[in-house]
């Protein structure tokens, strides 16, 4: 019987290059699957910052925008609709401070934005999150003598102010959020995105 002799240096490179060629077709095979873990470019669309052109909105309207699948107010208010802010106190206002409320530091005011005139909501009521409608006008038989303007969710009964700010007495907990915004221009307003760029 004659003994075969073993080329080891020949089996090792075999053993190096089998366990090459297994580690580049793992690494191939899982590029696929880490990359549906990325979002899609639908996605990452949903959720970008949104640039608005406010510049043909007309005093005491609103329009809607989308953003991250909600719908986005934005609403230009007269000198008269700020005026009936003023008019509200902690006796008609849960959150009259906007203390417990969702919105950046810089919308915690009384007018809750960074410019008077201009308001921008989440236009989702806070208690389970109908979409309210925009009763600008004051009293009415449909609101009441007492009402001065704002929003109504005609889901539970929810009242919001032109600024937002819930009425105590309703079913909604908090004010409507305001998003991250930064003003563009001064005709076109940035959704989703700080003046330092955070959203």
Known sequence: MTDNPVDVG???FLTGTTVV????????????FIASFQPSAKA???GAPVSVDIGKIEPGQRITQKWRGQPVWIV?????MLDTLKALDGDTLRDPGSDESDQPDYATNAWRSTKEEYLVLVGL????????????EAGGETMGSDWIGGFFCPCHGSKF?????????VPAPK???????RFETDTRVVIGEDEGGAS
């Open 10 to 12: 020949r089996r090792r």
């Open 76 to 80: 230009r208010r007269t000198t008269a």
């Open 44 to 46: 990452k669309a949903i």
């Open 161 to 169: 102010d032109l600024a937002g700010r819930v009425y105590k007495g």
């Open 21 to 32: 060629i297994g580690g580049l077709g793992a690494a191939a095979a899982s590029v696929p």
């Open 175 to 181: 004010n409507l959020i305001v998003p991250p915004y």
């Open 125 to 136: 009521c806070t208690h389970l999150g109908c979409s309210p409608s925009f009763v600008p």
